[in-house]
């Protein structure tokens, strides 16, 4: 079952995440690790928030020792917060629908507002 990681690196900055992702040879927007589905990060006010969705809990955690291994090398302290959620459901980036009745049953009609933004 898909899992998220979520973890909260208190004082931690993208500047040394990117330099993270550069040790560990990997590049916003492209491939991940092996086991990941997708990944995304953003800071708070306390710090660095890393949400990653993974095939398996197993999968997150022999990546997060090779991660932890290179964290020190860039200046991370210390191990961060994670909590894991178990995944229901998840989307990913892929085909448009089949036909385009599909892709157009998909969308408002023009002119009006979708419930959710009212």
Do not use: C
Request: zero cysteines.
């Amino acid at each position: 079952m898909a899992i998220a990681a979520v973890l909260t690196f208190n004082g931690g900055t993208l500047e040394r995440y990117d330099m993270l992702l550069t040790k560990l040879g990997f590049e916003s927007g492209q491939a991940g690790p092996r086991g990941a589905l997708f990944s995304w990060v953003t800071m708070t006010e306390d710090g660095l928030l890393v949400t990653g969705v993974w095939n398996s809990k197993r999968d997150f955690e022999q990546f997060a020792t090779e991660f932890g291994s290179f964290a020190a090398e860039v200046g991370v302290r210390g191990p961060p917060q994670i909590t894991f959620h178990e995944v229901h459901s998840y989307l990913t980036a892929g085909a448009p629908p089949a036909t385009p009745a599909a892709a157009r049953s998909l969308r408002p009609p023009p002119g009006s507002t979708p419930a959710r933004l009212r």
